[in-house]
């Protein structure tokens, strides 16, 4: 039955699914170093010894998801040289350059993040353990950075000669720096950072929902939340870069996310809807002028539309709604951190109202979804190619029968993960709550500083 399946269609499933699960852990890896700075940062300077308890609680679990990201990392190296032969035969060359610097900026993370772990209060000045957090979050960024320059390539690709099927004269600089990675890496590292504060807030938010009323989650709540409003709205600001960017040197790409068939300037931006046989457009918001501004700043930019390109060029026309659930996912990671920093003025007492705490709970999983959506916006999107203009898919895949196999194998490998990294992470934080680390070390409960 196995052998039966088409090694193509079974190829895509098993890269999304190892894709669907590590950029979970990916995301987390990049965001968490920069919040563990942010708690420790204000510990230090405000003398508050519970966003110093914050930054060690959340460092022993950020252990356990770069453990299981490894695994899930080393999964999608393996898969490139086994599921996509000929795409590493081609494109070998030009990619060499990111996936060496991957490795070694995940090294440097690593070696800090041990040394980080293992150095509370052995240091006077407190300020010298806080900066080795410094190279953890460069590493963990750099190790973005370079994986986002590969995708770039792939989608935008260049510094190479295409010779009877062959990448030749090969500069590897000018194909990792190509137009794609400054939107791009910007748009994965923002997003990166928003989504780890979004997760922290909807773990305060949940302590406070279960009557865990002490000050420490108070502070945990509001130090997420407004660096989440933050960080979305820098993710929303970069997002209009990388809308021009694709009306630049993607333009079927933008025309498919919007249900744009024909070019036009003064183009409306299409919200929701349905297509008919006639891919006429129906029960949708159109924002006029939207998509050209979005496009070029001006109500009268040119917009080229999907009938521009051949059909078998053209990228699914589904990932419109993967375009409109992220943006409205994005919309929610500012909406309600906004709500939650002018809460004094809304109507109701209670300074942090059940109805919040739900909305700020809402916020990891809204915002993990997000990241879903954009992936598969932008994976989908490139579709057919594998290289934009040069390589489709179908030419770059393995043609072994027993990727099925293979799939069913990895996807066990994923639950058996999953569901071990949830049973250690739940059972290290249960084994010793917040209130207890905090009686235990003789804490004031208001203030968190030593009695």
Same mark, same amino acid.
């Given at each position: ?65 770069? !453990? ?5 990392? *080393? ?42 772990? $293992? ?8 300020? *010298? ?12 960024? !750099?190790? #973005? ?82 660096? *989440? ?26 025309? #498919? ?25 129906? $029960? ?85 979804? #997000? ?27 393995? *043609? ?52």
């Amino acid at each position: 039955m196995m052998s039966t399946l088409d090694p193509v269609l079974m190829s895509r499933i098993l890269t999304a699914v190892t894709l669907f699960v590590h950029i979970v852990l990916a995301t987390i890896g990049v965001g968490i170093p920069v919040m563990l700075a942010l708690a420790e940062w204000r510990g230090i300077r405000t003398g508050d010894k519970h966003y110093i308890l914050l930054a060690r609680r959340w460092a022993r679990g950020f252990v356990i998801t770069v !453990a299981v990201g490894v695994v899930t990392g *080393t999964a999608i190296g393996l898969q490139l040289s086994l599921l996509w032969p000929t795409f590493m035969k081609v494109a070998g060359r030009a990619i060499a350059l990111p996936l060496f610097m991957e490795t070694f900026a995940f090294f440097v993370e690593a070696i800090f993040l041990g040394i980080y772990l $293992y150095t509370w209060d052995r240091f006077k000045n407190k300020y *010298t353990h806080l900066l080795l957090l410094i190279p953890v979050a460069i590493g963990s960024s !750099a190790s #973005a950075v370079f994986i986002t320059s590969l995708n770039a390539f792939m989608n935008q690709p260049q510094g190479f000669e295409l010779v009877d099927g062959v990448f030749t004269n090969v500069n590897p600089f000018l194909a990792m720096f190509n137009p794609a990675t400054p939107s791009k890496v910007a748009h994965v590292l923002a997003s990166a950072y928003t989504t780890s504060a979004a997760v922290l807030a909807s773990i305060a938010a949940f302590s406070l929902l279960r009557r865990k009323d002490h000050p420490y989650f108070k502070k945990a709540l509001k130090l997420c939340v407004i660096s *989440t409003f933050v960080f979305a709205m820098t993710t929303i600001l970069i997002g209009d870069f990388s809308g021009k960017f694709l009306a630049k040197f993607q333009p079927e790409k933008l025309a #498919a996310m919007e249900w744009h068939f024909d070019t036009m300037t003064e183009a409306p931006l299409i919200y929701g809807g349905v297509l008919d046989e006639n891919n006429d457009i129906k $029960y949708a918001l159109k924002i006029p002028y939207a998509l050209s501004i979005l496009a070029g700043n001006r109500p009268n930019t040119e917009v080229i539309g999907l009938n521009e390109f051949p059909e078998e060029e053209r990228p699914p026309l589904m990932i419109h709604y993967f375009f409109d659930l992220k943006v409205t996912n994005g919309v929610l990671l500012v909406l309600i951190p906004l709500m939650f920093m002018l809460r004094k003025r809304l109507p109701g007492k209670k300074p942090y109202p059940t109805w919040l705490l739900i909305g700020i709970f809402a916020l990891g999983p809204s915002a993990m979804v #997000a990241i879903w959506l954009g992936w598969f916006l932008a994976e989908v999107g490139r579709q057919p190619w594998i290289v934009r203009g040069y390589m489709k898919v179908a030419e770059a895949a393995t *043609t072994s029968p027993n990727v099925g196999w293979m799939l069913l194998l990895f996807i066990l490998l994923y639950i058996v993960l999953a569901v071990s990294a949830v049973k250690v992470l739940s059972r290290l934080f249960r084994s010793k709550s917040a209130e207890e680390e905090i009686a235990q070390l003789g804490w004031d409960p208001e203030g968190g500083r030593g009695q």
